[in-house]
């Protein structure tokens, strides 16, 4: 549980967790951070945290207009980024056949969920495993739609999983 309130708040620190001889400045902070976000995937997390977590998870990322797109092969992280109490949108894109893209979102969702704070995630991670085969489907879990696309006959076929905060109010998608 420590681990992932450290990867979702922390997006330099080096891997000194085992060593007792932390800086009063770190311990602090972490314990101010910890106060303010909750350790439970049902806390809420600002993009910038969220693109920190995934960072911290090993994904390489980097920002395209409104989006910060974390990449950790074969798998792209979309996160919409602005002041928003927590991201509106965070998406999975993955490209091929439409059964590798779709396997390939479906083994990074349940850590992109937890480290984003997404919940309910197993419900999430459980409907898109009943979804294979299908090329369009829809749900609502908790406080977000899900969205699944899966592009079959293009150039570049792939899959998407969107999910949209359905309590934001305001700047709530790009452009």
Same mark, same amino acid.
């Given at each position: ?7 979702g708040t922390t997006a330099c620190s080096s891997d000194d967790s085992?060593?007792?001889?932390a800086p009063a400045t770190a311990t602090s902070s972490a314990v ?9 995937? !049902?806390?809420?997390?600002? $993009?910038?945290?969220? /693109?920190?977590? *995934? %960072? &911290? ?10 989006? !910060?797109?974390?990449?950790? $092969?074969?798998?792209? /992280?979309?996160? *919409? %980024? &602005? ?8 998406s999975l894109h993955s490209l091929g056949t439409a059964e590798q ?75």
């Amino acid at each position: 549980m420590s681990t992932a309130l450290l990867i979702g708040t922390t997006a330099c620190s080096s891997d000194d967790s085992s060593s007792s001889e932390a800086p009063a400045t770190a311990t602090s902070s972490a314990v101010s951070q910890a106060s303010q976000t909750p350790s439970a995937p !049902a806390g809420d997390l600002s $993009a910038s945290q969220v /693109v920190s977590g *995934l %960072t &911290g998870a090993g994904y390489k990322c980097g920002k395209d207009g409104d989006y !910060a797109i974390c990449t950790a $092969a074969p798998v792209a /992280v979309w996160v *919409l %980024t &602005g002041n928003h109490k927590r991201p509106p949108v965070v998406s999975l894109h993955s490209l091929g056949t439409a059964e590798q893209a779709t396997t390939d979102i479906g083994k990074a969702l349940p850590r992109v969920l937890e480290i984003a704070h997404i919940a309910p995630a197993q419900q999430i991670t459980e409907w898109f495993g009943q979804q294979s085969g299908k090329t369009a489907a829809k749900t609502t879990a908790g406080d977000w739609q899900v969205d699944l696309s899966v592009e079959v006959d293009t150039e570049e076929p792939g899959a998407h999983l969107s999910l949209m905060d359905k309590l934001c109010t305001a700047n709530c998608q790009a452009e």
